[in-house]
């Protein structure tokens, strides 16, 4: 059903109310702060948020290019660009508001070539970077250094954790 087929499947239930709903890849890890990017979403107006990471190296991937009038409306995508034109790709994380349903047909459809492409060219897709670490999990050796990246992470909030008890004694 490719990326957004299933989401046409669960139209009837998604549908049930106004209330925007998240949609995630599963071989992705990074910190997940959905109050934030709900709170984003809701801030920016639009019909749905892109989750955003910077990376080295965006020749390996498909960039998403930022609005000249606004930096967190998404223009346009490029796919593995030969030539700089942003370092931001599509982290896989998003939130729609179920409107974005009406757009999808019950058949295989790619949500990020089929759908997106329309909803930018319509000025109401948005997005938003991801503080952080982010990682594509996909592959068995990614998955580790995944893990060690959240192990990392989850280490750091520990000690801030202990520091703040220390600084409130």
């Avoid at 087929?5 to 910190?31: K, W």
């Avoid at 959905?34 to 390996?60: A, M, N, W, Y």
């Avoid at 938003?128 to 192990?151: C, S, T």
Wanted: hydrophobic share 35%; glycine share 8%.
């Amino acid at each position: 059903m490719g990326t957004a087929g299933p989401l046409a499947l669960a139209r009837e239930r998604l549908e049930q109310s106004d209330t925007p709903f998240f949609m995630l890849n599963a071989d992705v890890i990074c910190e997940y702060n959905f109050d934030r990017l709900l709170r984003f979403h809701l801030d920016q107006g639009g019909e749905g948020t892109i989750c955003v990471t910077q990376v080295d190296d965006p020749s390996k991937y498909g960039v998403v290019v930022a609005s000249e009038e606004n930096p967190n409306r998404i223009d346009r995508f490029v796919e593995k660009p030969q030539e700089w034109v942003g370092d931001r790709i599509n982290a896989g994380m998003y939130i729609f508001n179920p409107s974005i349903l009406k757009r999808i047909p019950k058949k295989p459809t790619s949500i990020e070539r089929d759908i997106f492409p329309k909803m930018a060219a319509e000025r109401c897709l948005f997005m938003h970077l991801l503080p952080g670490y982010w990682m594509d999990v996909g592959q068995p050796r990614d998955y580790l250094r995944g893990m060690v990246l959240h192990l990392e992470y989850l280490a750091e909030q520990d000690e801030g954790k202990e520091q703040d008890s220390v600084l409130k004694r």
